[in-house]
């Protein structure tokens, strides 16, 4: 019987990454120094009890590792959840969707669904994209403060999944709400009252599976051009997904889509801020330094903490004995640091070129459909924000949200100077 590793810090407690940044890479660094690859204890998951923590789980924080694990399906799969969370499948699907299947479920349904993810597509959201960044500092300009997170990072990626799927203005909100819980479920500010761990995830996917199958009815035989049209009114049938398939991609696609790039926005503004003289470079030659810019960003914040795998057979990696059944965690945030890959690893480089990071995922089938989205989203909200509010800076520490899976943050507080909107 294998036992745990309790010399290190467990990266999979929810708690772990409410810590200073400072101490959490500390201790990634040592897991890269001591223990890159490491059998460790799986956390409780809820106060009642009602799920039971596992026998253990790999923790894997190298970047060449996620990258073998990532490639190779028919050994790490992905029909057993992605979260450190063993629940039936049609929870998993449920929550999940393709994320959680393997070949031949999920190349048929990523191949459908790639249609909203098209050149095309994605240039006809441009105008969506820079019309909301717009708005959205208009709102805020003229106060010269701002809770950062939940009035300008969060507000962008929310509008552009909702508008991509044809989702009324009217719902952001309760949207915004309910992925909140999906994945902050671990953090105190998010757990509704007198609620279970599986009865919130529960409810709050079902509001977003009503109100997916309410709008698919609605765009049912019509002639729209958004995602939802497209996918119920495919002619031909096995490109037409069912209503619980569609549901499901549905809440994968606005809380992947919602929470990872408003949390790569959120710890942004945090690195430009500790940074200026980063900060400075961009601002002296933004469209040039952009995209480099922005995969530092995505990088460092590693929106997503880590993706779970689950060993289908007896394995060897890097000369540790994996069993059937073991759970695998990739640490995309530990091998975002990886020493082995990236120079001066934990130093924010607006200019760091080449960069290989995983805040996507790993490469193989399962890299993020939306990654190219999120990327122009980050870039014309900082582009919008660079032009407008050209101070704008952190003025506290990120509120952080308190999980493993998703390396959030809850709130910020913003000041600049005010600024006139472009409406007035």
């Not at 923790?59 to 959840?81: K, L, M, W, Y």
């Not at 790569?264 to 503004?269: F, K």
């Not at 945030?333 to 990236?342: G, L």
């Not at 993020?368 to 506290?396: K, Q």
């Amino acid at each position: 019987m294998r036992e745990w590793n309790t010399d290190l810090p467990n990266m999979m407690e929810a708690a772990f990454w409410t810590q200073p940044a400072d101490v959490i890479d500390a201790v990634i660094a040592r897991h890269h120094a001591e223990a890159p690859l490491d059998w460790f204890e799986e956390p409780d998951y809820d106060d009642d009890d009602v799920i039971k923590p596992g026998p253990g789980y790999w923790c894997v924080t190298r970047h060449a590792d996620v990258a073998t694990i990532s490639r190779n399906t028919e050994v790490f799969s992905s029909a057993d959840g992605i979260t450190m969370l063993d629940a039936p499948p049609e929870f998993l699907e449920f929550f999940s969707s393709m994320i959680a299947m393997d070949d031949p479920r999920h190349a048929r349904l990523r191949r459908i669904v790639a249609k909203g993810f098209t050149p095309r597509m994605l240039a006809d959201l441009d105008g969506s994209v820079q019309t909301a960044a717009a708005e959205i500092v208009d709102s805020v300009c003229e106060r010269g403060s701002c809770d950062f997170v939940t009035e300008v990072a969060a507000a962008l990626p929310l509008k552009i999944v909702c508008d991509l799927m044809g989702i009324p203005r009217s719902e952001y909100q309760g949207v915004f709400e309910a992925t909140n819980v999906i994945l902050g479920i671990s953090d105190p500010e998010y757990q509704p009252e007198d609620f279970d761990f599986l009865t919130a995830l529960l409810t709050a996917g079902g509001q977003l599976a009503g109100l997916m199958n309410e709008v698919a009815a609605a765009k049912r035989g019509g002639d729209g051009t958004d995602l939802t049209s497209v996918l119920v009114n495919a002619e031909l049938a096995d490109d037409q997904l069912s209503d619980a398939d569609l549901a499901s991609f549905f809440v994968l696609l606005v809380v992947a889509g919602n929470e990872t790039t408003r949390n790569a926005i959120s710890w942004g503004l945090k690195y430009l801020t500790d940074h200026p003289d980063q900060r400075a470079i961009w601002a002296a030659d933004f469209e040039g330094v952009a995209p480099t810019a922005v995969e530092e960003i995505v990088r460092l914040s590693s929106p997503v903490g880590y993706m779970r795998r689950t060993v289908t057979r007896d394995y060897v990696l890097d000369g540790r004995e994996m069993q059937q059944g073991d759970k695998v965690a990739m640490f995309y945030v530990a091998a975002n640091r990886d020493p082995a890959v990236f120079t001066d690893p934990f130093k924010f480089d607006v200019l760091r070129d080449p960069n290989p990071q995983y805040g996507y995922g790993g490469p193989g089938p399962h890299y993020c459909l939306g990654a190219h989205l999120a990327r122009r989203e980050m870039t014309v909200m900082y582009r919008e924000l660079f032009n407008r509010l050209p101070d704008i800076v952190a003025v506290s520490e990120p509120d952080a949200l308190q999980a493993a899976f998703i390396h959030g943050v809850k709130h910020l507080d913003a000041e600049f100077t005010p600024a006139a909107p472009l409406a007035a």
